[in-house]
């Protein structure tokens, strides 16, 4: 079954303590994404990457870092948690590019206390 | 990239066509425009993308007018388990490997009635 994972699906932490989100896709595609989700905003984008070795920023890089050494894993990196990045997180990838047909992954509730 | 509006909420009673517009005025040449829909807790959803004109599926349909500055995403027949947040998205394919930075809107929060 084609599908987007991200582990963990909950996850409560403190601040500055370093964190990682996982992201796997099974799909071979090529375009991977992160995006936070908080109230009254929308979806936002943090990071994206265009193949491996390739990423560059969204419209939130801010306090994230992202790596994709493999395809089909794209993990985002807190090396510091504030409470500001509590969100909904979620990772999408695609065949290519923006408006193409994407696969989001089930999202992941981050608590930074 | 094309910024997007949209009603922020709509509600509609079951069995009901519903049609959500999406005003893109900046929209490029290049650009495609995307509707997603997601339910609280899960990730977006395809539902349907076009360029022109009208393009239909088994779920909706989505009419563009010859200027494309705007769009209407067309539910058919609504039932409840159609109560979500549904976002446009205008932007390059990517197959150019164009701008690739996207952005969703705060979407069109519909609510179907009994």
């Known amino acids: 079954e084609a599908q987007v994972t991200q582990n963990p699906r909950y996850l409560i932490t403190v601040t500055g303590k370093k964190l990682t989100v996982t992201c796997s896709q099974n799909?071979?595609?090529?375009?991977m994404s992160w995006y936070r989700q908080d109230p009254g905003l929308g979806l936002r984008q943090i990071y994206y990457s265009m193949n491996v070795e390739v990423t560059d920023k969204g419209d939130v890089p801010e306090g994230y870092k992202v790596s994709r050494k493999e395809k089909r894993n794209f993990p985002l990196i807190l090396e510091s948690p504030s409470p500001n990045q509590t969100s909904l997180y979620f990772c999408?990838?695609?065949?290519?590019?923006?408006?193409?047909?994407?696969?989001f992954g089930p999202g992941t509730r981050l608590t930074v206390t | 990239l094309a910024k997007t509006t949209q009603p922020i909420s709509m509600d509609s009673y079951e069995g009901q066509e519903v049609n959500i517009t999406c005003s893109h005025n900046?929209?490029?040449?290049?650009?495609?425009i995307t509707w997603y829909q997601q339910f609280p807790s899960q990730g977006p959803r395809f539902i349907i993308q076009g360029y022109k004109t009208k393009v239909t599926n088994e779920v909706a349909s989505l009419f563009i007018p010859a200027d494309r500055k705007s769009s209407t995403l067309s539910l058919p027949r609504v039932s409840l388990s159609d109560t979500a947040v549904y976002y446009c998205?205008?932007?390059?394919?990517?197959?150019?490997?164009?701008?690739?930075?996207?952005?969703f809107g705060t979407g069109t929060r519909l609510t179907i009635i009994p």
């Open positions: 900046n929209i490029a040449t290049n650009d495609y």
């Open positions: 998205l205008v932007g390059d394919r990517g197959d150019d490997f164009g701008n690739e930075k996207l952005t």
């Open positions: 799909m071979n595609h090529e375009y």
């Open positions: 999408a990838s695609s065949t290519s590019g923006l408006a193409h047909l994407k696969y």
